[in-house]
T-cell receptor, first 113, second 114 residues
Framework: GNSVTQMEGPVTLSEEAFLTINCTYTATGYPSLFWYVQYPGEGLQLLLKATKADDKGSNKGFEATYRKETTSFHLEKGSVQVSDSAVYFCALEANQAGTALIFGKGTTLSVSS | EPEVTQTPSHQVTQMGQEVILRCVPISNHLYFYWYRQILGQKVEFLVSFYNNEISEKSEIFDDQFSVERPDGSNFTLKIRSTKLEDSAMYFC????????????FGEGSRLTVL
């Protein structure tokens, strides 16, 4: 079946450090891939997405590249800020029947100044 | 900016009691969803709803669960007889188009079953 595996958190970084949060997936066919972010006290919101192999999604300095050969969609940011502290969720949408997103467990990022 | 709102933010109930979680999706959206996250586990899909009927549901969404859109604005999740393992954060989401579109989530309703 379809599934998403994220690296375990929490991830604790100092401001301006480089961030990588690993995400790998298992899916039949060609899913779309997403990163959602949940800031404290708020709902999940879309951060970026990629719909086909080799696509790069980017937003707010975050990037992730859809790698079909490694079934991965790792989230990266070159220089994190305190305001990036949040929970990050990797998700896939199987492009067959249904539109339900399948999420990973989420990775908590804590950035200190 | 339009947003999805959920009530209550936190509900504590006794095992066996009925619970209704309420959601007001974004007004022009057509597809509605419930997800849940048990503490420390994945965000799990429960059910999707379109055109006044369930379009997809997961194995979790058994006969104890039901959804309703009673008045064109609210979207509710009812748990008929709560169990301890129903304790979780429940997220409502909506989107304008199904498939490949951005889901807009509410802040969640935390349900604690004692």
């Amino acid at each position: 079946g379809n599934s998403v595996t994220q690296m375990e958190g929490p991830v604790t970084l100092s401001e301006e450090a480089f961030l990588t949060i690993n995400c790998t997936y298992t899916a039949t066919g060609y899913p779309s891939l997403f990163w959602y972010v949940q800031y404290p006290g708020e709902g999940l919101q879309l951060l970026l997405k990629a719909t086909k192999a080799d696509d790069k999604g980017s937003n707010k300095g975050f990037e992730a590249t859809y790698r079909k050969e490694t079934t991965s969609f790792h989230l990266e940011k070159g220089s994190v800020q305190v305001s990036d502290s949040a929970v990050y969720f990797c998700a896939l949408e199987a492009n067959q029947a249904g539109t339900a997103l399948i999420f990973g467990k989420g990775t908590t990022l804590s950035v200190s100044s | 900016e339009p947003e999805v709102t959920q009530t209550p933010s936190h509900q504590v109930t006794q095992m066996g009691q009925e619970v209704i979680l309420r959601c007001v999706p974004i007004s022009n959206h057509l597809y509605f969803y419930w997800y849940r996250q048990i503490l420390g586990q994945k965000v799990e899909f429960l059910v999707s709803f379109y055109n006044n009927e369930i379009s997809e549901k997961s194995e979790i969404f058994d006969d104890q669960f039901s959804v309703e859109r009673p008045d064109g604005s609210n979207f509710t999740l009812k748990i008929r007889s709560t169990k301890l393992e129903d304790s979780a954060m429940y997220f409502c989401a909506s989107t304008l188009q199904g498939g490949g579109g951005e889901l807009f989530f509410g802040e969640g309703s935390r349900l604690t079953v004692l």
